[in-house]
């Protein structure tokens, strides 16, 4: 008797599958050393395959950029929740994005690590990625400042500041976090928030920070000149 016939499965399918396997080794190797070989083994299907339905190695990487970038916005868009207070938004957005980078940490390795050096084509798809993120924080923070004063002072360059300085601590928390035996999302959400919290609170409440009196910028010291050659002694 022959062989049974593989049940065949739908194309979407397919292709979510090999996309799985591409996004574990892609986050565990980095480009240049994952391996098509290995890609289509892990996703259990032939070479010829992965490249009949993805065309090449990188529009595969870019199909799975895409894809996990995708995922990671839709995530901290849908965790937060419009109804709650100013820092109950921060919290619940903060715990969707280490709740979904740390349950998916190659995709986040392969977004954050891999992607933004290997050409400027992926580098381009994630700063999308980011800036979307980014502006979605700026909204957040914002919308905070407005429910906190009828009349708020932040201005727009201030809040787009804050936002970039808190998605860039998120991102190197998430990797400290994937790297940190131990550490849960929950605790990585907690330590960004009692550290962003603390400066973002008294904003929101009109108590900003202000440098000390008179502690303008340093000044650059006087050079201090060459020292005289020592005069060698008459012979």
């Known amino acids: 008797m022959g062989a049974g016939k593989t049940k065949r499965m739908p194309r979407a399918v397919r292709e979510q599958q090999m996309l799985d396997a591409a996004v574990s080794v892609f986050g565990r190797r980095g480009y240049m050393a994952a391996s098509m070989d290995e890609i289509a083994e892990l996703a259990g299907v032939?070479?010829?395959?992965?490249?009949?339905?993805?065309?090449?190695?990188?529009?595969?990487?870019?199909?799975?950029?895409?894809r996990e970038a995708r995922a990671l916005t839709e995530a901290v868009r849908a965790g937060v929740r419009p109804g709650l207070s100013a820092d109950g938004q921060l919290w619940?957005?903060?715990?969707?994005?280490?709740?979904?980078?740390?349950?998916?940490?190659?995709?986040?390795?392969?977004?954050?690590l891999h992607a933004r050096t290997h050409g400027e084509r992926f580098a381009a798809e994630v700063a999308a990625m980011r800036e979307e993120i980014v502006a979605f924080v700026t909204q957040?923070?914002?919308?905070?400042?407005?429910?906190?004063?009828?009349?708020?002072?932040?201005?727009?360059?201030?809040?787009?500041?804050?936002?970039?300085?808190?998605?860039?601590?998120?991102?190197?928390?998430?990797?400290?976090?994937?790297?940190?035996?131990?550490?849960?999302?929950?605790?990585?959400?907690?330590?960004?928030?009692?550290?962003?919290?603390?400066?973002?609170?008294?904003?929101?409440?009109?108590?900003?920070?202000?440098?000390?009196?008179?502690?303008?910028?340093?000044?650059?010291?006087?050079?201090?000149?060459?020292?005289?050659?020592?005069a060698q002694a008459a012979g």
């Open 46 to 66: 032939s070479k010829p395959l992965v490249y009949l339905y993805l065309n090449s190695k990188d529009d595969l990487f870019s199909a799975c950029i895409g």
């Open 140 to 230: 957040l923070i914002a919308a905070a400042a407005r429910g906190a004063h009828r009349d708020p002072h932040l201005p727009e360059g201030e809040v787009a500041g804050l936002a970039e300085a808190l998605v860039g601590a998120a991102e190197s928390l998430a990797d400290w976090a994937g790297a940190t035996e131990g550490v849960t999302a929950k605790q990585a959400a907690a330590t960004l928030m009692n550290f962003a919290w603390a400066g973002l609170g008294d904003l929101m409440a009109g108590r900003p920070w202000s440098p000390p009196e008179g502690s303008g910028p340093v000044q650059d010291a006087e050079p201090v000149p060459d020292a005289e050659p020592v």
């Open 92 to 112: 619940s957005g903060l715990r969707a994005f280490f709740d979904h980078t740390a349950r998916h940490l190659d995709a986040w390795r392969m977004l954050h």
